[in-house]
């Protein structure tokens, strides 16, 4: 098996030692954030701990569904002091889109290249396929006990950071993890119906009208998609509707990298990024300020689209000819 790093020392310590935390992670939380992060929190109450976790936003719909999602704290500031807030695969503290949180000891937790190392104890392992491989063995070597709640976080985290087993960065560590959360009660026919299957009608029509508007580029090995605010509105969606939409491409034989524009504002654009095999497409994210892996990764450009596609086209044929 391929090993995985171990958290340091001071890291377990840190939470053996603390009462209080707070578990968070980035701004419009995906799969990995939510289990890596509900994971921890519910690891730290085992121990008899108070843990909450914290976002920004309400999580997307199809993520509510799974355990103790509901006790999420919303919120834009917090103004608690605790004995250290656990920041789950964030790459800059300022992507969790939260206030205050510096006011206590950081603990930065994460498996992305490029992380700033900006907690005061930081485990960046960038081995790890997924963050919840990192939870997983922090709470192996806290001591906690697998219940199906918690296993269940771990395998959501660890399937959909994947691409449900799809990327590069798959380990035969990533299946004997899967494997034990599945022992210890997780159901991976729910949990993924639940995440993929769960679908809104907004949701279908959005995945139509985005794909409708596909284009390829480099003899049809790479695929744009975008959508606007106002394409959004007039679906009855919202932005939450498109999470996965962006790995359909990536279904035709030919199409090896996919990327994805989404209006943010005026000129503004968060631009999503997936790639096959050895197609490397986090070099481009990270060129633009953001981040990610080999297979799949994400940042903000600006312009029109017109201008933020002629900046792109050049850097995604180079990555599918390199």
């Known amino acids: 098996m391929i090993p995985s790093s171990s958290p340091p020392h001071a890291l377990v310590r840190h939470l053996q030692q603390g009462r209080r935390f707070l578990v968070t992670s980035h701004q419009r939380p995906d799969g990995d954030a939510i289990g890596s ?3 921890m929190a519910l690891a730290l109450q085992a121990m ?3 843990a909450t976790v914290v976002m920004d936003a309400v999580p997307p719909a199809f993520l509510q569904p799974f355990p103790h999602v509901s006790d999420l704290l919303v919120t834009n500031e917090v103004r608690e002091r605790v004995d250290a807030v656990l920041v789950m695969e964030c790459s800059n503290l300022s992507r969790c889109g939260i206030g205050g949180l510096d006011q206590s000891p950081v603990i930065n937790i ?9 907690g005061t104890i ?7 396929a997924a963050c919840g491989e990192q939870a997983f063995t922090l709470i192996d070597a806290l001591g906690v006990a697998l219940n199906p709640a918690i296993a269940t976080h771990l395998y959501l985290a660890i399937l959909t950071d994947t691409g449900s087993f799809h990327f590069s960065h798959l380990t035969p560590r990533t299946y004997h993890l899967a494997a034990r959360a599945v022992a210890a009660g997780a159901d991976p026919q729910w949990i993924a119906r639940t995440h993929y299957d769960s679908n809104s009608l907004g949701r279908v029509r959005i995945f139509g009208a985005v794909l409708n508007t596909m284009t390829t580029l480099a003899d049809g090995r790479i695929a744009v998609l975008h959508i606007t605010r106002d394409m959004a ?5 919202t932005y939450d509707d498109t999470e996965g939409l962006i790995n359909f491409p990536l279904t035709v034989k030919d199409i090896q990298a996919v990327a994805f524009l989404k209006e943010a504002g005026d000129l503004d654009w968060r631009l999503s990024l997936r790639s096959k095999g050895v197609v490397d497409i ?3 994210a990270r060129g ?3 981040g990610g892996h080999t297979n799949a990764a994400g940042c903000s450009v600006t312009g029109t689209y017109d201008e933020c596609l002629r900046r ?3 850097l995604l044929a180079a990555a599918v000819q390199a």
Not at 110 to 118: A, E, I, L, S
Not at 122 to 128: F, K, P, R, S, V
Not at 233 to 237: H, I, M, P, S
Request: aromatic share 12%; proline share 6%; net charge negative.
């Open 312 to 314: 792109l086209t050049p």
């Open 110 to 118: 994460d498996h992305h290249p490029g992380n700033t190392q900006y």
């Open 282 to 284: 986090g070099a481009i």
């Open 48 to 50: 008899g701990k108070h």
């Open 122 to 128: 930081n485990w960046i392992d960038e081995q790890a």
């Open 233 to 237: 509105a007039q679906l009855g969606g």
């Open 288 to 290: 633009f300020g953001g």
């Open 37 to 39: 992060a509900f994971a």
